[in-house]
C-alpha cells in the first residue's frame, strides 16, 4: 500500500477495507488469506477484503486480483497486427499469425505475435521487437489500433494493439520460453473465417479482429 497506493484507491461500489484489525480479525475468523498471497518476478497476486452492500447490508467477503509488476513501472503489453507491406514477401495486406503451444490450456494457438512490456521501452518499440523476434517480419513503424483490459474480472492488465506495415523479413529469434510451431499469412477474408469457424480461440486475436473493424457476421 505504502509503495503503490493506487492499487487501493477507493472504489464506488466495492470499497477496500484498509484497516488493520479488521483484517487480522477477518483472516482469523475466517483462515482466508489477505494480502499479497503470492508474487513472481513478473506479477503478483493480490487477496483484498471488500465491501459492497445488497441494498439492505454491508457485506465483507475477499475478492483476488492479478497485478502485472512491470505495468506499474510504465510497461505497455503489446498485441501486434503485423501486415505485409512489401509485394516481395507476399500478398499486399496479408496479416503475420503465429501457431504455438500455450502453457495454461497446454495447446496450439493460431494468434496475432504479442509480449509483456518491458520498463523503458515503448509499446511502438515492443510492437516492432514482438514482431520481428518471433516471426522475422520487420517493419520500421507501429500504429496504435486501440487497447482492451485482457479480464477486467481478474486483473487490471491492459494490452494496446499496434498495426505494423512489413517491409522486409530477417530470421527469426523468440524467446527460449516460445513454442512456435510456424507463422502463418491470411488475408483478411481467410482471418474472419478462422474465428467464424472456431478455429481461432485466442481472445486477443478475435479483439483485433473487432479493432480493425472486420464483419464476423
Known amino acids: 500500500m505504502n509503495r503503490v497506493p493506487g492499487l487501493f484507491q477507493d472504489r464506488q461500489r466495492r470499497r477496500i477495507v484498509l484497516d488493520k484489525e479488521r483484517l487480522k480479525n477477518f483472516v482469523t475468523q475466517s483462515d482466508v488469506p489477505l494480502g499479497v498471497t503470492a508474487e513472481t518476478p513478473y506479477s503478483l497476486f493480490i487477496v483484498d477484503l471488500v465491501e459492497s452492500t445488497d441494498g439492505h447490508r454491508v457485506i465483507a467477503y475477499p475478492y483476488q486480483r492479478v497485478v502485472y509488476k512491470a505495468q506499474l513501472c510504465g510497461a ?5 497486427i503485423g501486415r505485409l507491406a512489401n509485394e516481395e514477401l507476399g500478398e499486399i495486406g496479408s496479416i503475420i499469425l503465429v501457431r504455438q503451444e500455450r502453457h495454461a490450456t497446454g495447446r496450439f494457438h493460431l494468434e496475432l505475435p504479442r509480449g509483456f512490456g518491458e520498463v523503458g521501452l515503448s509499446g511502438l518499440r515492443s510492437a516492432l521487437h ?30 494496446d494493439f499496434y498495426e505494423v506495415p512489413v517491409i522486409r ?14 507463422v502463418q499469412l491470411l488475408a483478411e ?10 478455429s481461432i480461440t485466442d481472445s486477443f486475436t478475435v479483439q483485433a479482429v473487432a479493432l480493425l473493424g472486420l464483419a464476423l457476421a
Open 76 to 80: 505497455t503489453n503489446v498485441v501486434v
Open 169 to 182: 523479413r530477417t530470421e527469426p529469434d523468440p524467446d527460449c520460453g516460445e513454442v512456435i510451431q510456424e
Open 130 to 159: 514482438e514482431l520481428k523476434s518471433e516471426t522475422g517480419f520487420d517493419g520500421n513503424t507501429a500504429f496504435r489500433k486501440g487497447s482492451t483490459y485482457t479480464d477486467s474480472g481478474l486483473t487490471d492488465a491492459r494490452v
Open 189 to 198: 477474408s481467410e482471418l474472419v473465417s478462422k474465428v467464424r469457424a472456431g
